[in-house]
Each structure stands twice: as structure tokens, then as C-alpha cells.
């Protein structure tokens, strides 16, 4: 996909990077979920790029958006980054998809900014967290173990700094139906950040303001842009949870994508791009 990043500086003196690409001009904003980058999206954009031009972003302090220790990366600081990001490009009518988080963040930047958004894309929102890790410690008693473990106050830290391939691609196995979809190249690139200053304290935040991302759903009723919500028949979310989304949003029905986990992006790549282009 080539090499050509761009970076956009946000208030904290960080940076987001981003990767523009395909050919479409209908423009598209792609989103990952915690602990990935944007290169998550790399499949989905390869199948779409004809059609869209493409806004890939690591997310404030993933990837090789570097990190603030000295910043609170909770729902507001994403939502605000990535909105000055659109206005500095002056995008309209942008579609704005992804998962996890990154499927909140659609809601969250569609509320702010109207007029500036055409319809979003929501796949395997996480809004459902109870306590720290919830969500991802549904995967298997090896991520509840370990997210129990990060949550501790101190020794969370000195516990999270000892994250390595094997620990991340088994706390990631729960996400997916088929662990084969995981390459090993792309779980070295997310071992990368393991090197990065900062690291522990980010992912540590992030998981610890679970809370302001369970609250935007007070928003989502007021969202009237047009809204696919889509689910991994092995997602993280429960029945309740998914009925519970659906339902506060106004929709009749959501999709199910069979035989896909949390991750569709990675497992899924061509229902999820048959999705974008309906």
C-alpha cells in the first residue's frame, strides 16, 4: 500500500498519523479498535479503493501516533482530534466506519458535526464495559486474566509492561473466530508499539476510561444520519448488549456477520467491504 504517511498535529503536541488512499471521490474514514493501527483497516481499504478515497489514522497514541502521558485519552480527546482532523482536510460528506471504539467514535463525531458526515458504519461497537477490560476479558479466561491483572492501581503498570507477542496474540485470539486470520507479520507490527515511550501509560488510560464511551449512548437517539450497525456472529457482545444498541439508536435490525469475531476488519475483510459499498 505504499509508505506515504502524513501527520496531523493535535493539541497536546502529539501527532495522528494518517494514510490517504484510492481513487473514489466519495471519501471514507476507517477506524480501528484498541491496541491496533491503522494498517487493521489495510484489507477493507485494498477492496474499496476504486470506489472511495480513503482516510486511514492511527488513533490518538496507537500505532505510530506517538504518546502525551500527560494526556486523558478518553472518548472526548478521540472525537475532537478526529474532528479537527476532518476540518483541516475540509472533507464533507465523509462515511465514517470501524469497530470497536472505532465504531463508537462514528456517533460521537456525527453528533458534533452533522452536516459534515453522510452516514456511518458501525462494526462490533464496544459500549458495553461494566469495570476495566470487560469486554476483551470476555474472549477467554487468558484476556480476563490479564486485563484483571492491568487493572490493578501500581502494579497494573509494572504488569502491563511485560506484554509480548505471545501474551498479545492470546488475549487477541479472543477476538476471533479464527485465530488463522491473525497473521504473524501484523501481530510483529503491533509488537512495535511495545517499544514506544509511554506505552504502558496509554494503554492503561485508555482501558480506564471505559466509562466515557459506556455514556455516549445518552447521545445515540439523536443521531439522524442514516446507520448500519453489524456485528461478528462471535463478538463480544451479548444478545442484550447488541438489542440494547440497536434499539437506541432507532434501528429495525442490525447485520450479523457468520463465523467472524470481534475483529472483521482482519477476519472479514470482504463482507465488510461488500457492506461499505451497499
Same mark, same amino acid.
Given at each position: 500500500m505504499g509508505n506515504e504517511f502524513n501527520k496531523f498535529y493535535l493539541k497536546d503536541n502529539t501527532y495522528i498519523r494518517y494514510k490517504v488512499l484510492g481513487a473514489g471521490n466519495n471519501p471514507l474514514m476507517l477506524f480501528h479498535t484498541i491496541r491496533n493501527r491503522l494498517e487493521?483497516?489495510?484489507?477493507?481499504?485494498?477492496?474499496?479503493?476504486?470506489?472511495?478515497?480513503?482516510?486511514?489514522?492511527?488513533?490518538?497514541?496507537?500505532?505510530?501516533?506517538?504518546?502525551?502521558?500527560?494526556?486523558?485519552?478518553?472518548?472526548?480527546?478521540? /472525537?475532537?482530534? !478526529?474532528?479537527? =482532523? #476532518? @476540518?483541516?482536510?475540509? &472533507?464533507? *460528506?465523509?462515511?465514517?466506519?470501524?469497530?470497536?471504539? %472505532?465504531?463508537?467514535?462514528?456517533?460521537?463525531? /456525527?453528533?458534533? !458535526?452533522?452536516? =459534515? #458526515? @453522510?452516514?456511518?458504519? &458501525?462494526? *462490533?461497537?464496544?459500549?458495553?464495559?461494566?469495570?476495566? %477490560?470487560?469486554?476483551?476479558?470476555?474472549?477467554n479466561l487468558f484476556a480476563k486474566f490479564i486485563m484483571f491483572h492491568i487493572s490493578i492501581p501500581m502494579l497494573g503498570n509494572l504488569f502491563s509492561a511485560l506484554e509480548n507477542k505471545f501474551i498479545l496474540k492470546n488475549v487477541m485470539k479472543g477476538g476471533f473466530f479464527d485465530i488463522k486470520n491473525l497473521s504473524d507479520s501484523y501481530l510483529d507490527l503491533l509488537c512495535t508499539s511495545l517499544r514506544k515511550k509511554g506505552y504502558v501509560y496509554h494503554f492503561r488510560n485508555v482501558l480506564s476510561n471505559y466509562k466515557s464511551w459506556v455514556d455516549s449512548k445518552r447521545i445515540y437517539d439523536q443521531i439522524k444520519k442514516p446507520i448500519k450497525l453489524i456485528y461478528g456472529s462471535h463478538d463480544w457482545a451479548t444478545d442484550t448488549d447488541k438489542i440494547e444498541t440497536k434499539n437506541l439508536l432507532g434501528l429495525k435490525e442490525f447485520e450479523t456477520i457468520e463465523n467472524c469475531g470481534h475483529f472483521s476488519f482482519l477476519e472479514k475483510p470482504e463482507k465488510v467491504s461488500a457492506i461499505l459499498t451497499k
Open positions: 487493521y483497516s489495510y484489507k477493507v481499504a485494498d477492496l474499496l479503493k476504486k470506489k472511495y478515497k480513503i482516510f486511514l489514522i492511527d488513533l490518538p497514541g496507537f500505532g505510530d501516533s506517538p504518546i502525551n502521558s500527560k494526556t486523558n485519552y478518553d472518548e472526548e480527546f478521540f /472525537t475532537e482530534s !478526529v474532528i479537527n =482532523l #476532518i @476540518k483541516e482536510l475540509k &472533507l464533507k *460528506n465523509v462515511i465514517l466506519a470501524g469497530e470497536s471504539i %472505532g465504531a463508537v467514535l462514528p456517533l460521537t463525531i /456525527t453528533f458534533k !458535526v452533522p452536516k =459534515l #458526515i @453522510k452516514k456511518i458504519f &458501525l462494526f *462490533n461497537p464496544y459500549n458495553y464495559d461494566n469495570y476495566f %477490560g470487560d469486554g476483551i476479558g470476555r474472549g
